[in-house]
């Protein structure tokens, strides 16, 4: 009589797979991710020459628009503030990517027809569940820390000592945190979709969405409140630079991911499985 | 002692469409034909039963355990071969194999060489580049390499050519000797009276008719060919009780007749018959006798 293999056997066959399946996607998102970060911040030496022209010219814009695109209180003398300005285009990048990959790690089973063999083999749906997530935290990781070692890899490169180093690894710390958010509100919001080849889109229009809630909330007084909603607000790079540190959003970040999980968890065990 | 239960198992689905009340045994070492036109309910039925969706009213059991609940435990002893199976692109079909197997305790490597060899399957293909017949074969073996003691076949032959057919059958058959439990889903009629022992038809999303296939075949049904004087009109013959599907052709006529055959010889004396026969049909043309023609769209 055959017996299903062990829990953590199934668990890392499963995770491995995602792995399998998923570098090549990593790559193509990372590389140009880590090609323009590294170019952004080779040009330090001369932001930082140029700063006061720069801080002058930001003066003359709305604080409003400035704090919708993240770039408030910028000082280009330092090279953590420097990053910050431009920190929301990565973060959105790593959104996209970390969205994508979280609506499509259980849709595409379905969107391929491989769930009807892979959802009768001797592995419970929790664990083949939390396989997927573990293998995506893993990717979306990768991408923080592949963005961490281009900025670091590059800042050693062209000789620019960081002043505030802490503040550099907080910013890719939340960074890190909003794309768990992102793969995990993902994954939700497609997991009880009749509709599986969907998902990329639907991912796209939940990611652009969140940041537009974000972008809104700060133009306009009366909508303020939204910005609760999005989880760009509480991974702000400028945040980051003020706190000196993690801020207290990156916990709001974590509570959000591993409540998105645990209910898409919950939602796909009482899944029908069409195919 | 039963292999699987189904009691009063039912599953709707918006607009009235599924399975209703279905209640079955199938003991253990049988083969059951599920059979059914397109669309009556048996991809439903067996999702069902492997716990994939959720019954709306009854229950499944297999082995004794309801898939919902009991889940790895079931699937474990359970081999199951989509109608449709999807094979995961970009890798091999042993790389395939080889992650399915994984999630048995057992190794699976040796009979899964062992299958691949029988079914003629080449483990260094990708999936991409596999015919339907080949992936059917991926699937097969999949459901077989870990030498399930019930094996569950979604219209296993459909898109097939008639060589793998004829293979699918041999391997069908050698486990129908190993004393695994099968349940057969088809809606090839002459598929479930070459291999199986009982057959169950599904109409609408509800099974009409359970019964032995050989009690089957020796109902009062008959398939009916005559050849008849051109200037006859064979009314009367065509008026009787029990006639169905008649077909002219020429001077032929052909129909099924289910009922006395005595008032049928009395029928055809009153006609100008030139020629007659009337053989035993096949088992399609009995289930339709009793489906009616009409009745494939469900």
């Known amino acids: 009589m055959a017996e299903p293999a062990s829990v953590g056997a199934a668990f890392m066959n499963v995770f491995r797979r995602e792995l399998g399946f998923a570098w090549r996607s990593l790559l193509v998102w990372l590389i140009p991710g880590m090609a323009m970060i590294g170019l952004t911040v080779s040009m330090q030496p001369e932001m930082s020459k140029e700063g006061s022209l720069f801080a002058a010219k930001l003066d003359m814009v709305p604080k409003e628009v400035l704090v919708a695109f993240g770039v408030q209180g910028a000082d280009f003398g330092d090279p953590a503030s420097t990053l910050a300005t431009n920190f ?51 990717l979306v990781g990768l991408f923080a820390l592949g963005l961490a070692g281009a900025t670091l890899g590059t800042f050693a490169a062209i000789g620019v000592t960081l002043i505030r180093p802490a503040v550099v690894a907080a910013m890719f710390a939340v960074a890190g945190a909003l794309f768990a958010t992102m793969f995990a509100l993902g994954m939700l919001i497609t997991v009880r979709s009749s509709r599986p080849r969907n998902a990329t889109s639907t991912a796209l229009g939940l990611i652009f969405g969140l940041y537009g809630i974000n972008v809104v909330g700060a133009l306009n007084d009366s909508l303020a409140g939204l910005r609760a909603l999005s989880p760009f607000r509480y991974a702000e790079a400028a945040q980051v630079v003020k706190a000196g540190g993690l801020p207290g959003g990156t916990l709001v970040l974590m509570v959000v991911a591993l409540a998105a999980i645990a209910a898409a968890c919950l939602l796909f065990e009482r899944k029908d499985i069409h195919a | 002692m ?80 989509p109608s449709e199976p999807r094979l995961y692109d970009g890798m091999t079909v042993g790389a395939i194999l080889e992650y399915l197997g994984r999630f048995f305790e057992t190794d699976t490597s040796a009979r899964r060489r062992v299958l691949a060899e029988m079914v003629e399957l080449d483990l260094s293909r990708r999936a991409e580049d596999l015919s339907i017949g080949n992936k059917k074969k991926v699937a097969l073996v999949a459901a077989l ?65 359970l019964a032995r296939v050989v009690d089957l075949q020796a109902r009062q049904v008959k398939r009916v060919r005559v050849r008849l004087d051109p200037a006859d009109a064979a009314a009367d013959l065509l008026a009787l009780a029990g006639v169905r599907d008649p077909v002219r052709d020429g001077e032929g006529l052909s129909f099924v007749y289910r009922g006395d055959v005595k008032r049928l010889l009395g029928a055809l004396a009153g006609v100008a018959v030139i020629d007659a026969t009337i053989e035993e049909p096949s088992l399609e043309e009995i289930v339709l006798s009793h489906y009616g023609k009409g009745g494939g769209d469900g």
């Open chain 2, 2 to 81: 039963s292999t699987i239960t189904l009691e009063h198992l039912t599953k709707l689905y918006p607009g009235g469409r599924g399975v209703r009340d279905l209640d079955l045994v199938v003991e253990r070492g049988e083969v059951l034909g599920f059979i059914g036109p397109n669309g009556a309910g048996k991809s439903t039925t067996i999702r069902t039963m492997l716990g994939l969706i959720a019954p709306t009213a009854g229950c499944a059991r297999i082995l004794g355990l309801d898939a919902r609940v009991a889940g790895p435990a079931v699937w474990a002893r359970v081999g199951y071969l």
């Open chain 1, 88 to 138: 929301t285009i990565y973060e959105l990048i790593g959104a996209a990517f970390a969205g994508i990959l979280g609506a499509t790690v259980l849709a595409k089973e379905e969107a391929f027809g491989t769930g009807e063999m892979l959802y009768t083999m001797p592995v419970s749906r929790r664990t083949i569940v939390l396989a997927k997530v573990a293998a995506g935290l893993v």
């Open chain 2, 145 to 209: 390499q870990h030498t399930p003691e019930v094996l569950i076949l979604d219209e296993p032959t459909s898109g097939l050519d008639p060589l793998i057919q004829a293979r699918f059958f041999e391997v069908i058959q050698e486990e129908r000797a190993r004393g695994t439990t099968v349940f057969f889903s088809s809606h090839v009629l002459s598929e479930v009276e070459r291999l199986c022992d009982r057959v169950a038809i599904l109409r609408d999303g509800a099974i009409v008719e």
